[in-house]
């Protein structure tokens, strides 16, 4: 055989070797990296006093629309875009840190809690409370929906919601809804039988 051909064929193979070692070496960090955010998870409870609707300014008490209250909501989303780190690595693993905004019915009572990094709590306080002023955001333990008081055998369903159609294509947005979302989630997980509990999450990255 051709000295080039061999030569050519262990470049080759130690590209492959060093390419391997590479992507092994990253996905170690990546794996590790998702562990230390777990352990170190921080859970935060939110809520929001009891008010009446607010009132629009200079329309004699008329109700504000839900949708100008959801559009603060709009507003705090669009700013964890700034929480994106660029590099190559991180576009190619999608190696960002997320955020996990949930709701959930335990015990009677619907609550809302927000979890994300230890590196990221001090940030999402204060955007929190920036944008929703009379709120009470209080760190707490990690709620858990699978305890249960009683002895009897758990049943546990899960689910995920996915786009019907390509992400490229719109959707329908807040502008387009006759009523509040939240209203309908809320009515239907409180309604929960005895001893049942629920969970909704949405988790969101920045993705530049």
């Known amino acids: 055989m051709d000295l080039n051909i061999i030569y050519a064929i262990i470049i080759l193979l130690l590209i492959g070797v060093l390419a391997y070692i590479i992507y092994s070496f990253i996905l170690h960090d990546r794996k590790s990296k998702e562990i230390e955010n777990i352990i170190s998870t921080r859970v935060f409870m939110v809520s929001l006093p009891k008010e009446p609707p607010a009132k629009m300014e200079g329309e004699n008490g008329t109700p504000q629309d839900f949708r100008q209250l959801i559009a603060v909501a709009e ?4 700013s964890y875009a700034s929480l994106h780190v660029p590099g190559i690595k991180n576009k ?35 955007q929190m409370q ?3 002023p009379s709120a009470h955001v209080e760190q707490v333990r990690t709620p858990n ?10 049943q546990v369903a899960s689910a995920t919601l996915k786009l019907a159609k390509k992400f490229v294509l719109p959707i329908k947005t807040y502008m387009y809804l006759e009523s509040d979302p939240l209203n309908g989630i809320t009515n239907a997980m409180s309604k929960l039988g005895e001893n049942s509990s629920a969970a909704i999450q949405m988790i969101i990255r920045p993705t530049g």
Do not use: H, R
């Not at 929906?145 to 758990?154: A, E, G, M, P, R």
């Open 75 to 78: 507003q705090m989303f669009v």
């Open 92 to 126: 190619i693993l999608k190696d960002q840190e997320q955020i996990s905004f949930e709701i959930i019915a335990k015990d009677d009572l619907i609550s809302f809690y927000v979890a994300c990094p230890k590196v990221l709590a001090p940030m999402m306080e204060k």
């Open 130 to 132: 920036s944008y929703y």
């Open 145 to 154: 929906i699978f305890l249960s008081t009683t002895n009897q055998k758990l």
